[in-house]
């Protein structure tokens, strides 16, 4: 059974920095894009990031263009997300899922087009 594994959420204040790591136990992932999602209360699933298994032309929310990077350590078999220049409204849970195909395409942000399902995620906070 697939399993992707999250982690490094905290507490942080506004402007703070953090990196999230998506640990991939039970398979190797290294031919899959992975998707960063998140989930605020009371709101659906938003799309963050993606990069595909070769780890170019990553995706970005418009939200997070330019203060997020996502990148991808496949003899580690993990996949980050450092994430600066916080704002109260990243507050949400992260999540990882994967793709079952190599690339991220057009539909990276809906959850639909990804395999597997959700796990626990990671809670990231921004609060002063």
């Known amino acids: 059974q697939l399993l992707l594994v999250e982690s490094g959420g905290d507490l942080v204040q506004p402007g703070g920095s953090l990196r999230l790591s998506c640990a991939i136990a039970?398979?190797?992932?290294?031919?899959?894009?992975i998707t960063w999602f998140r989930q605020a209360p009371g709101k659906a699933h938003e799309g963050v990031s993606c990069?595909?298994?070769?780890?170019?032309?990553?995706n970005y929310a418009d939200s997070v263009n330019g203060r997020f990077t996502i990148s991808r350590d496949n003899a580690r078999n993990t996949v980050y997300l450092q994430m600066n220049s916080l704002k109260p409204e990243d507050t949400a849970v992260y999540y990882c899922?994967?793709?079952?195909?190599?690339?991220?395409?057009?539909?990276?942000?809906?959850?639909?087009?990804?395999?597997?399902?959700w796990g626990q995620g990671t809670q990231v906070t921004v609060s002063s």
């Open positions: 899922r994967a793709k079952e195909f190599p690339w991220c395409g057009r539909n990276w942000p809906d959850p639909a087009t990804h395999i597997g399902s």
């Open positions: 990069i595909g298994s070769s780890g170019a032309s990553p």
């Open positions: 039970r398979f190797t992932l290294n031919n899959n894009a």
